[in-house]
């Protein structure tokens, strides 16, 4: 066992302590209890607080090292005589040393160091590379619950956002121009805050009379120009002219992209506000939650199936604009997220309730002027069926991985198969054969549009 003066050695062992002389430091027996300590000026006792001189603090007036004396009695009876060390950077555990090498270490405050534990923390190179490269399952239900996703900007959202807005101003000064007024006030307001339904057909609306053969609508039909603000109308245009792009050179309307440029369209405002608050926050943090390149896919894979959808079975006679379509189809997504995903959400079914209420507005919102509720519901179901084949879903169990595949699986002929048979009903057929009633999900009955009858033209 060690002695005194062991344990003095010991206790001094590493400890390199280069202090100035400290014999006027160093207190007397009779000073060795002082109660004039004064605890909130910690480090220093209340008589060289008070009396602080050039001996107590440096010349940048930092406080110097004090080392104070204790004889061999009650306060240390392993030595004689011990210094303490109480400048501001000295280690709190007395006998520890400020080196990282040392071999002491106090065993309140860490494990002893054994080869063992050396093992687990020296990785080989190739072992933390693979470690490091694998994205652990409850990371990701973290990052899930976080609302972290596979990137951070939504690239996408921003480039249509603002390719949208410059359509849209492109259709507020055609119309400035053609009418002397940038929303249409005559022969007919429009009730979005936006330009002529001249202006809309010729911009690249969903037309079908600019798309394929309408026996009731054909090539040669009049209707009023762009410029016309006469009621009944005095400026009159072909059903060709006002399709503009080059006219039919076959003499056929063979106009497929009108399936496409609706989604960058919109009829007025109101309409280009909402769709952009929608698409710059639920559009947005699934562009997130996806990545950019299965987000383009679901977007406009929703946005034109529901062009096609609405080419079948709307009226033909009545121009359709708006990313409406494609948004939905954002917002199946986030249906998709939620019944793969139950567990993990806030309180799920007050979601439910309020996911089902947005979807119930949404289409009531169908009803609008120059909106289409076909192309909501045409890309509500196309987004449920994409956006379950791109979203990353966690699946912790073998079950839940296994329906969600078989899901997947079912999904992509199911999109293939709508987009080839609504596309060909679309250009041999007539759908309202088909489905007479359908009409009335995107139309209200008035005298305006003959009681949703006919072409829908005024």
């Known amino acids: 066992m060690a ?4 344990s003095k050695h010991i206790y001094d062992h590493e400890e390199d302590h280069s202090y100035p002389s400290t014999s006027e430091y160093k207190r007397t027996p009779e000073d060795r209890v002082d109660d004039s300590y004064d605890p909130t000026n910690v480090g220093k ?11 107590y603090y440096d010349d940048n007036r930092r406080p110097r090292a004090r080392v104070l004396s204790y004889s061999d009695d009650g306060l240390n009876p392993h030595s004689q005589e011990h210094t303490i060390d109480e400048s501001p950077g000295a280690p709190l555990v007395r006998g520890s040393s400020t080196n990282r090498n040392s071999q002491y270490q106090d065993l309140e405050y860490a494990e002893p160091y054994t080869q063992k534990q050396r093992g687990n923390v020296e990785k080989k190179p190739l072992a933390k590379f693979f470690a490091g490269a694998k994205y652990p399952l409850q990371q990701r239900i973290e990052d899930k619950k976080r609302g972290i996703g596979r990137q951070r900007y939504p690239f996408v959202v921003y480039g249509l956002t ?3 807005l410059g359509v849209f101003i492109y259709e507020l000064v055609l119309n400035a121009r053609e009418q002397g007024s940038p929303i249409s006030l005559k022969p007919v307001i429009n009730p979005m805050l936006g330009p ?3 202006a809309l057909i010729n911009v690249g609306a969903r037309f079908p009379p600019c798309m394929k053969f309408v026996s009731q609508v054909p090539p040669s039909t009049l209707l009023g120009c762009m410029n016309n603000t006469a009621n009944p109308v005095t400026s009159i245009c072909t059903v060709e002219e006002l399709c503009g792009f080059g006219g039919f050179p076959d003499e056929s309307p063979n106009q497929w992209f009108r399936f496409i440029t609706p989604i960058f369209l919109h009829a007025g405002i109101i309409h280009i506000l909402l769709n952009m608050l929608a698409q710059m926050t639920l559009s947005a943090q699934i562009e997130r939650e996806m990545g950019s390149g299965g987000f383009l896919i679901t977007y406009f894979a929703a946005g034109i199936f529901g062009n096609v959808l609405g080419g079948n079975f709307s009226l033909v006679g009545v121009p359709s604009v ?11 997504v986030t249906w998709v997220d939620l019944l793969a995903h139950w567990k993990y959400q806030y309180r799920p079914v007050r979601k439910l309730i309020f996911m089902t209420l947005e979807v119930l507005i949404g289409f009531a919102m169908g009803y609008i002027p120059y909106v289409d509720n076909f192309a ?13 084949v ?6 912790e169990t073998k079950r839940h991985r296994i329906i969600m595949w078989c899901f997947r699986l079912a999904a992509v002929p199911l999109a293939i198969l709508l987009f080839v ?7 041999t057929s007539d759908p309202y054969a088909a489905c007479s009633g359908c009409r009335y999900l995107s139309c209200i009955p008035s005298s305006a549009n003959n009681r949703c009858q006919g072409t829908g033209l005024s």
Do not use: C, K
């Open 376 to 388: 909501h519901i045409g890309g509500f179901v196309m987004g449920l069926l994409v956006g379950a």
């Open 322 to 332: 708006g990313a409406s379509g494609a948004i939905f189809g954002t917002v199946a």
């Open 421 to 427: 048979s609504l596309t060909r009903n679309f250009y």
């Open 162 to 164: 603002v390719a949208m």
């Open 3 to 6: 002695g005194p003066q062991d």
């Open 390 to 395: 791109f979203y990353p879903v966690i699946s």
């Open 45 to 55: 006792p209340r008589a060289y607080a008070e009396n602080a001189g050039s001996s």
């Open 196 to 198: 002529s339904s001249s």
